[in-house]
């Protein structure tokens, strides 16, 4: 098997969420502010023993055993993905099943955290060779990049723990100051139901996007934003995280996570072949084990999945 790189962060983001160590956001001049992280430990860095299965690793295009799997992340939205404080190495369930992916089709694998919102552009426009990075799998995302499912995620709510309304419909968070992350599908879910306070005669919420899970994140403990709307996996890993700060003020709805690829690409029902490899050998149920996410396992990876 060849040596598969080391991820790396590709740009420079902000260290990994305050939840992670319990601190308090250090602010700084023209900064949204800083928190320190724990060090990934050798259980958050390792993976199981995982070989090449020389029979998909043999079905992967030219072009891609050359340059060798280039994936995107979003970066500091743990458990899926954040950095060490080495400000470097990425660790999470997205870097783990990325690299296993490499593993298993016997590839080099660099993983880069970039922008959510520059994902799928990326992709198309060929600088990126698949996209780990919660990325739910729908019809209008579907027009644009191929999907291969491995996870079963959804969404929720973020509050401070200080508050005390609950998120059960988009009817209740008419008044808010809402945060989403740029690029995402909570930002165009309510981009496309601004007409719901309205019709209910009520104040209608304030849309905030942010760059990042940890700018939204930091906005709710500043007060800047009354609640967060995004992946229930990093809201609830942020709650266990920091109890005393946050706590999960609704769930919406489960959905289908999918690892995306250029439309059209070669290498689709390969990727589907190693995650179902994956899922069948076992590797993929310690993979989620080692992040407390067993509850969101799939039996079957699938492409283009989405059914909404």
Request: glycine residues 10%; hydrophobic residues 40%; proline residues 5%.
């Amino acid at each position: 098997m060849s040596n598969r790189k080391i991820a790396r962060v590709a740009l420079a983001l902000p260290l990994a969420l305050l939840v992670l160590s319990g601190c308090g956001v250090n602010p700084g001049a023209g900064s949204e502010g800083s928190a320190t992280s724990n060090p990934a430990s050798p259980e958050q860095s390792a993976l199981p023993e995982i070989a090449a299965v020389p029979e998909l690793a043999d079905q992967v295009p030219a072009e891609v055993r050359s340059e060798g799997l280039i994936v995107a992340t979003g970066g500091e939205t743990p458990p899926m993905s954040f950095t060490d404080d080495d400000d470097t190495t990425l660790v999470g369930l997205d870097v783990d099943m990325a690299n296993a992916i490499g593993a298993v089709l016997d590839l080099d694998t660099d993983v880069e955290a970039v922008g959510f919102d520059t994902i799928i552009p990326g992709l198309t426009a060929g600088r990126f060779t698949i996209a780990l990075s919660s990325l739910g799998v729908t019809l209008q995302r579907q027009e644009t990049v191929d999907f291969v499912s491995y996870y079963n995620g959804g969404q929720g709510f973020l509050a401070t723990a200080e508050s005390d309304f609950e998120v059960e419909t988009f009817e209740d968070l008419c008044g808010l100051r809402v945060g989403v992350t740029l690029g995402t599908v909570q930002q165009s879910t309510l981009e496309d139901s601004t007409n719901v306070c309205t019709d209910a005669g009520k104040e209608p919420w304030e849309l905030q996007s942010y760059p990042d899970n940890n700018q939204s994140v930091l906005a709710i403990q500043s007060s800047r934003s009354d609640v967060y709307y995004g992946s229930i996996s990093i809201i609830s890993y942020s709650v266990a995280q920091a109890e005393d700060t946050f706590r999960l003020a609704g769930v919406y709805k489960r959905a289908l996570v999918g690892a995306a690829l250029p439309k059209g690409s070669e290498l689709t029902p390969v990727i589907q072949e190693a995650v179902q490899h994956l899922i069948d050998d076992g590797t993929y149920a310690e993979i989620l084990a080692k992040w407390g996410l067993e509850d969101n396992a799939i039996e079957v990876a699938e492409i283009n999945g989405a059914t909404s």
